[in-house]
């Protein structure tokens, strides 16, 4: 949880990308973005045994890929997977594998739980929440021990902290997306007559 001021930061990042920048330009830009914020949630880990970290990277990712589609998705999942590898240790294929679950969730809640319109409303994003502990199939590749312990005692705060980390931030970036389209309608409404 201590993890989630960075994270809040760069949800509220996602807001300055330039909205003049059409769909394409902008998903790069909030790849990068969300992988920088997968970065910063693995530079303070919880390390389970040696190599075996445990962090909120996952919840940036999945987020790049709600939010802003396959682009943003999988360039946020490739800057987290090479700083997953630069880290190394006995968890680097589960680190990465969390990474590519996360990303096929993000795109998942970006192609079936989008209203209309690309929309996304509360509900949906409720249903994502929820969907988020699925990344935690990546640790059945860890030796069965490790499985064990993780199951029982980091499975449930961890994917509770997922869902609040999605709903939360989820929420911010959802607030700011609403203020964005309000403001710019605005400025479509003063300058016709």
Known sequence: LHNLSPLAFVAVAFSLIPQRLGRAEQAP???????LGSILAMLDPVELSPGVLVDSRTTMIMLAGFFAGPVAGLVSAAIGVAFRIHLGGAGVLAGCLVLVISTAVGLFGYYVLRGK??????????IFAFLSPLASLAVLVLPWSLVETFLAETFLPLSAARILGVIALGTIMMHEQARLTAEQRVRELATTD
């Open 29 to 35: 830009l909030v790849g990068v973005l969300f992988g």
């Open 117 to 126: 319109g690309g929309r996304i409303g509360f509900r949906a994003l409720l």
